[in-house]
């Protein structure tokens, strides 16, 4: 449920409530805001008096939550796109037809009868990548694969909104096309981490030693895809 916190000096945070089966308050920052885990038996009163408590931190982490977010993707000439961790510049030319994307050099050019269809370009150019992606990550598959002794899993392009790939019972793997932004040694760990899961269908310690094993530094892949997603995300 969505609720609002008064603070003393006026300020006034919305929050959302979740109550569950535990014993203590979690409370976490997302790009929806604040989201406030309870127990199921505390009275709200004591709860805001404690979220109150914690004003401070949920104010800076609130700001420093929008500070991060970055701007939407502007589809127009000169803007940087990035293949495989290497920057791109668009080129949008006025043509008396439609073309698809051609990458030349360092930049993708395309030529469109109206250069102010946004839409259009968008469509063309996320089509482009998402061919580079499916060739890329074909590419890649079969080779971590057979480190890991495994026959290569059907290979899927995902939309996800909030997840670089899965892998289901059915043998097939999904990767994110937008992973086609990334600097390969991040595509890799993506690859690494879903092939793991057709030995260890969850996250124990086993399954993070089988991605261990096809991955060694993947810790620090973690830790920069995470940095890097919400560039990656902009686009589509």
Same mark, same amino acid.
């Given at each position: 449920?969505?609720?609002?916190?008064?603070?003393?000096?006026?300020? &006034?945070?919305?929050?959302?409530?979740?109550?569950?089966? /535990?014993?203590?308050?979690?409370?976490?920052?997302?790009?929806?805001?604040?989201?406030?885990?309870?127990?199921?038996?505390? /009275?709200?009163?004591?709860?805001?008096?404690?979220?109150?408590?914690?004003?401070?931190?949920?104010?800076?982490?609130?700001?420093? /939550?929008?500070?991060?977010?970055?701007?939407?993707?502007? $589809?127009?000439?000169? #803007?940087?796109?990035?293949?495989?961790?290497?920057? +791109?510049?668009? /080129?949008?030319?006025?043509?008396?037809? %439609?073309?698809?994307?051609?990458?030349?050099?360092?930049?993708?050019?395309?030529?469109?009868?109206?250069?102010?269809?946004?839409?259009?370009?968008?469509?063309?150019?996320? &089509? $482009?990548?998402?061919?580079? #992606?499916?060739?890329?990550?074909?590419?890649?598959?079969?080779?971590?694969?057979?480190?890991?002794?495994?026959?290569?899993?059907?290979?899927?392009?995902?939309?996800?909104?909030?997840? $670089?790939?899965?892998?289901?019972?059915?043998?097939?793997?999904?990767? %994110? $096309?937008?992973?086609?932004?990334?600097?390969?040694?991040?595509? %890799?760990?993506?690859?690494?981490?879903? +092939?793991?899961?057709?030995?260890?269908? %969850?996250?124990?310690?086993?399954?993070?030693?089988?991605? #261990?094993?096809?991955?060694?530094?993947?810790?620090?892949?973690?830790?920069?895809?995470?940095?890097?997603?919400?560039? +990656?995300?902009?686009?589509?």
């Amino acid at each position: 449920m969505q609720y609002v916190l008064a603070l003393p000096d006026g300020e &006034q945070i919305p929050y959302r409530l979740e109550r569950r089966a /535990r014993h203590t308050i979690g409370m976490k920052i997302t790009v929806d805001g604040l989201i406030v885990h309870a127990p199921l038996r505390i /009275r709200h009163a004591d709860l805001e008096a404690l979220l109150r408590s914690k004003a401070r931190w949920i104010t800076s982490k609130l700001k420093a /939550r929008q500070a991060a977010v970055v701007p939407e993707f502007e $589809w127009r000439d000169g #803007a940087e796109l990035h293949l495989l961790g290497q920057p +791109l510049t668009l /080129r949008i030319a006025p043509s008396s037809r %439609n073309s698809s994307p051609k990458l030349e050099g360092n930049a993708l050019k395309i030529a469109t009868t109206n250069i102010h269809d946004h839409t259009m370009i968008a469509r063309k150019v996320i &089509q $482009w990548l998402q061919k580079e #992606a499916r060739l890329d990550f074909a590419r890649r598959l079969p080779i971590f694969a057979a480190r890991l002794g495994e026959p290569t899993p059907a290979l899927l392009l995902s939309n996800a909104k909030t997840r $670089w790939g899965s892998c289901n019972s059915r043998r097939e793997v999904r990767l %994110n $096309w937008r992973l086609i932004q990334a600097p390969p040694a991040l595509i %890799n760990y993506v690859i690494a981490h879903e +092939l793991a899961h057709l030995r260890e269908m %969850n996250h124990s310690a086993r399954f993070w030693a089988v991605v #261990a094993k096809l991955y060694p530094d993947y810790p620090a892949a973690e830790q920069a895809l995470k940095a890097c997603s919400q560039q +990656l995300y902009r686009l589509g």
